[in-house]
């Protein structure tokens, strides 16, 4: 039984370590809104139901320039980033990888009003 704990906690504290060293920045609580003020009402994202199926760098594509906020950048509109929608629709890469059925990875097919209430 002793051993076991040692071993959880050893697994633990080397979990830490590699997640410290890997991030520079923590994820944010749950209940984001991620909006560009578009018609429909903002998404609500959860961090903590991402965490493990990605790692941050995946979706913060700018996080080496420690930029995390995809609205300051992907707009209503395109400009020198395409628009947020199409970001945000992006089978390769974002949100619909997983959440689309013709995603590149699908995880967890949602329909529109899962993620747009209303
Ligand atoms: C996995 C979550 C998700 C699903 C499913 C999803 N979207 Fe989106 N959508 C987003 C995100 C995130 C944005 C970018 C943020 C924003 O613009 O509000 C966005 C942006 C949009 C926009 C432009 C912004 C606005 O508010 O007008 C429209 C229109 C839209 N989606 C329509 C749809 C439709 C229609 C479907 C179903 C075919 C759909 N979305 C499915 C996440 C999703
Ligand atoms: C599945 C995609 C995804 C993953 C994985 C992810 N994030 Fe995010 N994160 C988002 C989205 C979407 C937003 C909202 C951006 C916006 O509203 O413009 C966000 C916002 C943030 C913000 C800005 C919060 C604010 O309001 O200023 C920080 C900081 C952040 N994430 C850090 C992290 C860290 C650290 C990790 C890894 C542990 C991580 N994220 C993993 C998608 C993700
Ligand atoms: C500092 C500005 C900036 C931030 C912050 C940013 N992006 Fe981007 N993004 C860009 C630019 C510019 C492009 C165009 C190509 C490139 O440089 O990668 C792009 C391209 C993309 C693409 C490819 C889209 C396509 O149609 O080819 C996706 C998907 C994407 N971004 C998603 C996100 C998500 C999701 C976030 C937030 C988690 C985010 N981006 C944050 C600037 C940004
Ligand atoms: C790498 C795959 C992946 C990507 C990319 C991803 N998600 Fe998810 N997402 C998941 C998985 C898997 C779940 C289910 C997790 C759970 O239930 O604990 C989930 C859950 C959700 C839920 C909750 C659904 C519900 O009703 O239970 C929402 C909303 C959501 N994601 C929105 C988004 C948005 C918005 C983006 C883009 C910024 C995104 N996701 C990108 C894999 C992903």
């Known amino acids: 039984m002793k051993k076991i704990v ?4 050893a697994c633990v504290f080397s979990l830490g370590l590699a997640v ?3 991030q520079a ?3 944010p609580a749950d209940g984001l809104k991620v909006t560009n003020y578009g018609k429909k009402a903002a998404v609500t994202f959860d961090h903590s139901k ?3 199926e990605a790692t941050c760098e995946q979706c913060h594509h700018k996080a080496s320039e420690g930029k995390y906020k995809c609205g300051e950048c992907h707009k209503a ?5 395409p628009s947020f929608k199409k970001a945000a629709h ?4 974002a949100c619909w990888s997983c959440h689309n059925k ?6 967890k097919v949602l329909k529109c009003n899962q993620c747009h209430k209303k």
């Open 20 to 22: 410290g060293a890997a």
């Open 90 to 93: 992006n089978k390769e890469k």
């Open 102 to 107: 013709r995603g590149k990875t699908p995880k």
């Open 25 to 27: 920045t923590d994820a």
């Open 6 to 9: 040692l071993f959880v906690a």
């Open 77 to 81: 509109k395109a400009g020198d980033a």
């Open 50 to 52: 991402h965490v493990n």
